[in-house]
């Protein structure tokens, strides 16, 4: 018998041939770091002193590790306290600490749907909410982004006793904000619920950073349930979910990405903890500011989320075009499939709190050259 695993070479090379080949290359910190237009770091708290301070008090205190699952050694006093303060931001009643908001999007979908339950998701949603749907059991129906038409269509016509309705609060490409009032009302009249994935919201969305969800007036309804990040605007690790108690108390018993996993690392808890007691609406101004000078300056739309999406089309040509960006000192996000469909691949900048207007206009440029490339 042959090597069973020899095919990874012929699908590497395929790769290679589509512009799809990727490597991990080390970012750079201190004086080596190039300016980061990349990374999803949107207020700048992740090197701020107080969220640094936290995360080396927590390990002081706590140790490097978790050491368990949170249901048996791995919950602290930490993870509590950053949970009340989660529910309070976001307006919903309890929250729950995930390891990851990949874990938190796959342990909500699945304990909140299964056999006998129809889940409809927004086709721009993140693999996190794909993969949670593929986990779920349930029947998915998949529709198009923003297609408010096809979500009534799916509710109105389904045999299922349950349905959840599944989006992004802001769709990490593109920035653009979903119509969760809208989505909220379709669902409550079809005895649904609905989950917003509010990961690029928190921090973002609405004059405090509270999200989606709260700036519509929907967070703290019993039918919403939001999950969250702790690693972007917050600028730590981990996620959680938000919603009613009974949601709480059911993920405790059931998600088996809360049950099975080793618990956050209390560091980090105490970073984000830190973190959202710095999310305050001059933070969440000047990421809009930046944001809508970033626009301008490159001549595309001003998204509502931190994000902007420069279409390139070709997936090696977006590769080169970041390249080039790199080379002048500047990174930039660069989406090629699967993260963005065949021929959408783009170049993906976020804006920053913490960005100069001089720091602005020279990425601009940066970027507007490597492009005319």
């Not at 042959?2 to 970012?27: C, N, V």
């Not at 969220?51 to 368990?68: F, I, K, L, P, R």
């Not at 799916?154 to 349950?162: D, F, I, P, V, Y």
């Not at 802001?170 to 990961?199: N, W």
Request: aromatic content about 2%; some cysteine; proline content about 4%.
């Amino acid at each position: 018998m042959g090597d069973a695993l020899a095919w990874l070479h012929d699908a590497a090379l395929q790769r290679e041939a589509r512009g799809l080949h990727r490597t991990l290359a080390p970012r750079a910190v201190g004086a080596d770091a190039l300016l980061d237009l990349a990374g999803n770091d949107y207020l700048g708290l992740s090197r701020h002193p107080a969220v640094v301070a936290a995360a080396v008090q927590g390990v002081n205190t706590y140790g490097a590790g978790s050491t368990g699952s949170r249901l048996v050694t791995g919950t602290v006093d930490v993870h509590l306290e950053l949970e009340h303060a989660l529910a309070a931001h976001v307006g919903a009643e309890a929250a729950l600490v995930f390891s990851s908001g990949y874990a938190a999007n796959l342990g909500a979908v699945t304990a909140l749907s299964g056999p006998g339950t129809l889940v409809v998701s927004d086709a721009g949603n993140h693999a996190s909410l794909v993969d949670a749907c593929r986990l779920s059991r349930a029947r998915v129906e998949v529709v198009p982004t923003g297609d408010l038409a096809a979500i009534e269509e799916s509710l109105a016509g389904r045999q299922e006793e349950r349905a959840l309705v599944v989006t992004d609060a802001v769709f990490s490409v593109t920035g653009a904000l979903a119509p969760v009032a809208l989505l909220h009302d379709i669902a409550r009249r079809h005895g649904a619920a609905l989950l917003v994935d509010e990961a690029h919201a928190v921090g973002v969305i609405g004059p405090s950073g509270a999200g989606a969800c709260a700036t519509a007036g929907i967070a703290g309804e019993p039918d919403v349930v939001q999950t969250v990040t702790l690693s972007k605007a917050l600028g730590s690790q981990g996620g959680a979910v938000a919603g009613a108690a009974a949601v709480r108390a059911h993920l405790i018993d059931t998600a088996r990405t809360f049950i099975f996993d080793t618990g956050l690392a209390p560091a980090s808890a105490a970073a984000a903890l830190a973190a959202l007691a710095l999310v305050e609406p001059a933070r969440v101004h000047a990421l809009r500011g930046c944001v809508t000078d970033l626009a301008r300056m490159l001549d595309v739309p001003a998204a509502e989320g931190a994000v902007l999406s420069l279409h390139i089309g070709d997936p090696a040509t977006a590769a080169a075009a970041r390249d080039a960006c790199t080379a002048e000192g500047v990174l930039v996000g660069c989406f090629r499939p699967p993260s963005v469909p065949d021929g959408r691949a783009c170049l993906r900048i976020a804006g920053r709190a913490d960005l100069t207007p001089e720091h602005r206009s020279w990425a601009a440029g940066v970027v507007r050259r490597a492009v005319a490339q």
